[in-house]
C-alpha cells in the first residue's frame, strides 16, 4: 500500500480540538458550530468554528506546511485510511499569549466614528497602512483597550488526522 511522502498531493480530514475538548476548526461535514450560515456558507471568521473554510476533505502539496510542520511530519509515512493524533504545544501552534500584545489607546487617537464594544474583532492600521487584528477588551469613555493576540494563543491543540488519500 502506498505511503505519503513529501511532495504528494494529499487529502485528509482533520478535527483540531483544545485540551478541554473543544472544537475549533475541522473537515468534518457534521461539525457543529456556533453560526449555521457561517459553516453552511464557509468564511473567513476564525472565532465561528468552521476554521475559515467549507466542510469537506482538505488536499495540499505534503512539505508545504498549509497546516503545522507537526502534522505534515505526522502525515509522512502514512496509508491511506490511517489515522493519527497529533498534540502541539501553545508555542508551537499559535504562541504563546503575549501580555504585551494588550494596549490601551485614547479615544481621541481613534477615528470618531469608530464605536468599538467589547468582543468586537477589529482590523487597525497605522501611517504605514500596516494592519493589526484585534480584539476589544475594554471599551470606556476615554480609551479602549485592545488584544492583538490570535484567538488560540496560549492554548495547547491537538489534531485528529485521517489521511483520505494520495493523489
Known amino acids: 500500500m502506498a505511503q505519503a511522502e513529501k511532495g504528494n498531493t494529499v487529502t485528509i480530514n482533520f478535527t483540531g480540538k483544545l485540551d478541554d475538548g473543544t ?35 482538505m488536499t495540499f502539496v505534503l512539505g508545504e506546511e498549509i497546516l503545522f510542520p507537526q502534522i505534515d511530519a505526522a502525515i509522512v509515512g502514512m496509508a491511506p485510511g490511517e489515522k493519527k493524533t497529533v498534540k502541539i504545544a ?3 501552534a499559535f504562541g504563546e499569549y ?10 481621541s487617537e481613534l477615528p470618531e466614528d469608530l464605536v468599538p464594544e467589547v468582543g468586537d ?23 479602549v483597550t485592545f488584544d492583538a493576540n490570535h484567538s488560540l494563543a496560549g492554548e495547547d491543540v491537538t489534531f485528529e488526522i485521517e489521511l483520505v488519500s494520495i493523489q
Do not use: Q
Open 23 to 57: 472544537v475549533f476548526d475541522s473537515t468534518l461535514e457534521d461539525m457543529e458550530c456556533g453560526d449555521e450560515e457561517c459553516c453552511d456558507d464557509g468564511c473567513e471568521d476564525d472565532e465561528c468554528g468552521c476554521g475559515g473554510h467549507e466542510s469537506g476533505p
Open 90 to 92: 501553545a508555542a508551537d
Open 98 to 107: 503575549d501580555k504585551e500584545k494588550v494596549f490601551t489607546v485614547p479615544r
Open 121 to 143: 474583532e477589529l482590523s487597525l492600521s497605522n501611517e504605514d497602512d500596516e494592519e493589526l487584528e484585534v480584539v476589544v477588551l475594554e471599551a470606556t469613555e476615554d480609551h
